[in-house]
């Protein structure tokens, strides 16, 4: 099946008691145990499992290509589960430019249990040299925020594996539709539901896919229903409803933001544009051929003081001044301000999540705010 109808129909199921064609939202904590003791729903106790959730993993794991997803109350809480999941003293090789909350996180909570050493993934013969003897897991995040750099997936988990490290990667920019990293080689792939899964920016949530039924992925199991950071049924069931529309609204996006990152471009008032699907982007080509498209996600920088890029946010009508991405509107964002005083953002930055609106009303908003 292709990606539009395991969307719409991986995550759904009619519900047999009352023919309701949506899936009912299931809120009950705890499931009738039969006379024998056994729980003949398969449920018993909505920490280890809930029927919502179990939709939801079972579409996330047929988007990307996996045998088993776990499903998490944010994209935080998915990736603490794999740093949790190794064994205190591992060492983790990550992208300088990691998602802020996953590095914040790492470096504090983790601080006395693991190492983790960060650099540019897109050199690969860095990534070889950084590796130690306890080196467990490379984190990759494709493309990355917020110059949207691109990490070649394959060629990192050919060195990985060559030396038996785990490859998780975060998937959130891309999503399924437009990038599978297991079929690249990943062994695991994270995303913020909260995102472009969700894709309304009204449900917070965290998703990990397994290619292997190992015994890594039982452990992630075990710190998903023992520390319980699980979602809520209702949360399970925005995020499917999202998910339904996932391929046709990525379409919408990229294509989107494909016209602004072009209209951008030409513009005298703007310095560089980053996108990977321009065919300047430095990494143009790994995208090409790991990617089936580029995405909503672009930045660029201004010719221009901190303030001045500031006032072109200001100006802006159509698109809103708010972190996060991923959703039907379009948000832009200074980075630089967003990150604190020790970012190596440029001041001159601004960062959009290019929504769904008609692309001529965005470029005319775009055009008197550069004015
Ligand atoms: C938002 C985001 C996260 C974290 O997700 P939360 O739901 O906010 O915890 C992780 N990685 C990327 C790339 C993100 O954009």
Redesign the pocket.
Same mark, same amino acid.
């Given at each position: 099946m292709k990606i539009e109808t395991i969307a719409i129909h991986a995550g759904n199921h009619t519900d047999p008691s009352t023919r309701a064609v949506v899936q009912p939202i299931t809120l009950s904590t705890t499931f009738e145990r039969g006379e024998d003791g056994e729980f003949p729903g398969g449920f018993s106790y909505t920490r280890a499992a809930n029927p919502n959730r179990k939709s939801l993993e079972n579409v996330m794991a047929q988007l990307e290509g996996g045998v088993d997803a776990c499903a998490f109350s944010? #994209?935080?809480?998915a990736?603490a589960a794999v740093f949790q999941s190794l064994k205190p003293g591992s060492h983790i090789v990550a992208p300088d430019d990691m998602?802020h909350?996953?590095k914040n996180l790492i470096n504090s909570v983790y601080k006395d249990i693991l190492t983790a050493d960060y650099l540019d993934l897109s050199d690969l013969k860095a990534v070889e040299s950084a590796i130690k003897p306890d080196t467990k897991l490379i984190w990759i995040?494709t493309p990355s925020?917020p110059l949207l750099k691109v990490t070649d997936i394959a060629g990192i988990c050919k060195i990985a594996h060559e030396r038996g490290i785990i490859v998780c990667c975060?998937n959130?920019?891309a999503t399924p539709v437009f990038q599978q990293p297991l079929t690249l080689g990943a062994d695991l792939v994270?995303h913020?539901?909260?995102?472009y899964l969700g894709g309304h920016s009204d449900v917070?949530? #965290?998703v990990l896919i397994t290619k292997n039924n190992d015994g890594f992925w039982e452990r992630i199991r075990s710190v998903q229903t023992l520390s319980g950071a699980v979602p809520a049924p209702f949360d399970c069931y925005m995020a499917v409803r999202g998910i339904k529309t996932l391929p046709y609204r990525m379409r919408g996006h990229s294509a989107n933001a494909g016209k602004i990152a072009r209209y951008l471009e030409s513009h005298p008032r703007v310095e560089a544009v980053f996108y990977p699907g321009l065919e300047n982007h430095p990494l143009h080509h790994i995208a090409k051929t790991q990617m089936s498209d580029f995405g909503g996600m672009l930045s660029f920088t201004i010719r221009g003081s901190s303030d001045e890029t500031r006032e072109i946010s200001n100006k802006l009508k159509l698109f809103t001044r708010a972190t996060?991405?991923g959703g039907v509107e379009s948000l832009i964002e200074h980075r630089a301000s967003v990150e604190g005083p020790d970012t190596k953002t440029p001041k001159n930055l601004l960062r959009i999540s290019v929504g769904l609106e008609y692309i001529d009303d965005l470029i005319a908003d775009l055009e008197q705010a550069l004015k």
């Open positions: 944010s #994209g935080n809480a990736g998602y909350g996953l995040e925020n975060d959130t920019f994270m913020a539901t909260t995102k917070l949530g #965290g996060s991405l």
